[in-house]
């Protein structure tokens, strides 16, 4: 550490003797020049202090520089590897070992390297627990300070109302995520609990809270927002009740909200300086400078110039996760500072290391059509599809448009434009959606023809043998009808695929996309029977059996996934005495790629409803789903008396099975419950777990009270004999609650409600009833 010390007085002394005595100028550099050898000669020893560290560039941390320092965690959460450490009035981020159990106080090593990001930071190779004493005193922080770096990674304390309070998945865990409004902006709060009852406390009341300072970033690691990492509820202190205390809001009609609304906004004005790399008139402007580049929102429709050094003034703001400058006045220098275009490949685009630059990419064109506001090309690279758009400006809509400029299907192309991403709630979690934006119509250019089997080509060919025909006379009406057949053919043959691409799109169901690219095949093979065999086993199309296949030659191709997995065949049957060809082999291919793409896109869809209605831990329905149906169920009271019942069902001593045994095996133990009460049930109820250790069921198809306190009895006797849980056996009970409808609520909530307190009524009266079966102990036994 001595070693690096010493480089960074030398050079902090001469920076000083160069500000300060220019003439020396020549004499600082010397000394430089004779010292720089010693200081640099033997390997860096690691950096024993988080000072240091404080006072890297991330060019120096980029260089993975060894460090070896002790520090007091300040937080931590058990199996995620994001760790906060502090020692005095200096603190840094670590990514530490997974599966570490380390508590705010704890005083450790921390062996690792350094690495470039927001700040300089820590990938840490082992983490060493020294002792445990105090948390560090959080400093007061207020939002300007927070969003200008001046805390990061910091514990720190911060005053707020909170908008918002919600029961989030945050890594591996469920949390409480607040969005707390202070004197000055928004930023959020993640407090390391899942106790679901503090929500309805904490909305709308005013809170001090303590945890140390991060932030949301995009993918150039540019910030966005604040994140606070709260330890612990306890580090959350209510200052002020919400108005409303525990009282419901009063209903507001839905034209009257904007009445109670209040926006005080002091949000410094900021210049930023660019070369100009697009340009909508009235709506947008890009501005990049070297590899920085920012959206500008504007109504500004005088002329900018594309590749003109220009500055804008505006309000910053982030608007989907993209720092955007808003209301902004653009000034062109006119003064020429072209930027070169990137040349990048779609991997590096869906990164979003590159939003908002001036790029180059050159892609194959699957489609291209004309709207009111923009002209798309939708291009394919390395397998990937994306779009290519050219906004009309309103001068554009107020006159006739210029014919779109065509570009042959099949073609390769280069685009020069503005890469404009679209990220998701973690842009570091996958590729993030980009489209690439044209400044002008001159910004795509073939650099490659289509192959010569083509609309196009054939039309010419066409019109070369009516020429021929015309002088041959008697082979005119022959060769004219062959060819308009032809081209008919082909254009109902695209027709047909631009509306299999919009099913696709739209989630039809897959079993009549794949009976549609059947029929598109057989089409285009002249009536050929063509069918698919899923993977599954199903046969969708024309199949003949195998007696119906004697005398005919199949020809087959496989559907693969992009991951490689097979996921089925597509079959087409010729005459025996038939020789395969080109345009066999291409029909086939086309129409196993359109396979590919309905069946993964439908499996995505259905993967995407399965989470959204059902519990990932125990794999039954989850409150999400249980709501629906009960306002189905409701919904479906209006045109008949029907009575159904809801059992609220809460685990008794949950907590002690995750102290005593761990969080995996109380996993385990939620899966094996859902699973018992599962088989307890009847056809048609309905059992969803609603969240920790709360389940509900609702029971539908009865005649009264009785038949639901049936299916209670059922569910409490399920619990009589004990779960093994891997190498543990643990014994359980539950309390249930009962609600029926309409007797004890006609609303949703208002079941939810009942049944709740009803549940809770029964687990105070199990706690009576144990305490009274405790015989007290007789004086001088």
Not at 26 to 51: H, K, R, V
Not at 76 to 94: E, N, P, R, W
Not at 571 to 586: K, L, M
Not at 667 to 685: F, T
Request: hydrophobic share 40%; aromatic share 6%; charged share 20%.
């Amino acid at each position: 550490m001595n070693s690096m010390c010493n480089r960074y007085g030398i050079r902090r002394q001469i920076a000083r003797t160069l500000r300060n005595h220019p003439a020396r100028a020549g004499l600082a550099a010397a000394a430089f020049l004779a010292l720089a050898p010693i200081a640099f000669a033997a390997a860096p020893a690691p950096i024993t202090s988080i000072e240091v560290l404080h006072h890297l560039e991330n060019a120096q941390a980029a260089k993975s520089l060894p460090v070896a320092f002790e520090a007091t965690v300040t937080y931590h959460i058990k199996g995620s590897t994001g760790l906060f450490v502090q020692d005095g009035g200096f603190a840094i981020y670590a990514d530490a070992p997974e599966n570490l159990t380390l508590t705010p106080g704890d005083r450790v090593l921390v062996r690792g390297t350094t690495r470039a990001s927001y700040r300089p930071e820590i990938a840490a190779d082992s983490i060493s627990v020294l002792g445990h004493g105090a948390v560090p005193a959080p400093a007061p922080a207020g939002y300007t300070q927070l969003v200008r770096g001046e805390f990061d990674c910091m514990r720190v304390t911060v005053s707020g109302k909170v908008r918002s309070a919600d029961l989030v998945t945050y890594g591996k865990a469920v949390n409480i995520y607040l969005q707390l409004l202070m004197d000055g902006g928004s930023i959020d709060a993640i407090v390391n609990s899942s106790d679901g009852s503090m929500l309805e406390k904490l909305r709308g009341t005013e809170v001090e809270v303590a945890g140390s300072a991060s932030g949301k970033f995009d993918s150039k690691d540019q910030l966005r927002g604040i994140v606070l990492k709260v330890p612990a509820i306890s580090d959350v202190k209510i200052l002020k009740q919400a108005p409303s205390g525990h009282e419901p809001l009063a209903l507001t009609p839905m034209d009257e909200i904007l009445e109670h609304s209040y926006d005080q906004d002091l949000s410094e004005q900021v210049r930023v300086e660019g070369t100009i790399t697009y340009y909508v008139p009235g709506a947008a402007v890009v501005l990049q400078n070297g590899a920085k580049s920012l959206w500008i929102e504007t109504r500004d429709e005088q002329p900018l110039k594309v590749g003109d050094r220009a500055n804008a003034s505006g309000y910053p703001a982030v608007r989907d996760g993209v720092l955007t400058l808003t209301a902004a006045m653009v000034q062109d220098s006119h003064l020429r500072s072209p930027i070169t275009p990137q040349r990048i490949g779609w991997d590096e685009l869906s990164s979003g290391a590159d939003a908002f630059n001036l790029v180059s990419i050159e892609g194959q064109v699957v489609k291209e059509g004309r709207e009111e506001y923009q002209d798309e090309y939708v291009l394919t690279a390395g397998g990937h599809l994306f779009s290519v758009l050219y906004q009309h400006t309103d001068e554009d809509l107020g006159l006739e448009l210029p014919p779109m400029k065509q570009v042959p299907v099949g073609a390769t192309v280069r685009v020069t434009g503005v890469s404009s991403v679209s990220y998701g709630s973690n842009p570091f979690a996958g590729p993030v959606g980009f489209d690439v934006l044209l400044p002008s119509f001159n910004d795509i250019a073939v650099v490659a023809r289509p192959g010569w089997l083509n609309v196009r080509n054939l039309t010419r060919l066409v019109e070369f043998l009516a020429g021929i025909i015309f002088i041959f006379g008697i082979r005119v009406a022959w060769s004219e009808r062959k060819a308009r057949h032809h081209n008919a053919t082909m254009a109902y043959i695209e027709r047909r695929r631009g509306r299999i691409l919009v099913d696709i799109n739209n989630s039809k169901p897959l079993a009549e996309i794949l009976e549609q690219i059947t029929e598109l095949v057989s089409t285009r093979l002249e009536g050929a029977p063509c069918w698919i065999e899923v993977e599954d086993g199903a046969k969708l199309g024309n199949y003949l059996s195998s007696d119906s296949l004697n005398g005919l030659r199949t020809a087959r191709h496989p559907i693969t996934g992009r991951s490689g997995a097979h996921l089925g065949t597509i079959v087409a049957a010729f005459h025996a005495g038939s020789s395969p060809n080109h345009d066999q082999d291409q029909a086939l291919s086309q129409a196993s790629d359109l396979a590919t793409l309905a069946i993964e896109t439908s499996r995505l869809y259905s993967d995407l409803v399965h989470r959204s209605e059902f519990d990932l831990l125990t794999e039954i329905h989850n409150r999400f789903s249980l709501e629906k149906h009960i306002e189905t169920l409701i919904e479906a009271s209006g045109q008949s008396a029907i009575v159904f019942g809801l059992l609220y069902v809460d685990l008794n001593d949950f907590k002690m099975v995750n102290d005593q045994f761990g969080h995996h095996t109380g996993d385990l133990y939620l899966h094996e419950v859902a699973l018992r009460m599962k088989g307890q049930l009847r056809p048609g109820d309905v059992l969803a777990r609603l969240g920790g250790d709360e389940f509900a069921v609702v029971v539908s198809r009865i005649h009264s009270r009785s038949d639901v306190e049936v299916v209670a009895c059922r569910l409490e006797a399920c619990f009589l004999e004990p779960f093994k849980c891997e190498t543990y056996e643990i014994r359980g009970s539950a309390s249930i609650g009962i609600a029926m409808f309409p007797e004890d609520g006609t609303s949703k909530d208002g079941l939810l409600g009942g049944a709740d307190a009803a549940m809770y009524k029964a687990k105070k009266d199990r706690h009576r009833s144990l305490e009274l079966q405790v015989e007290p102990q007789r004086p001088g036994a």
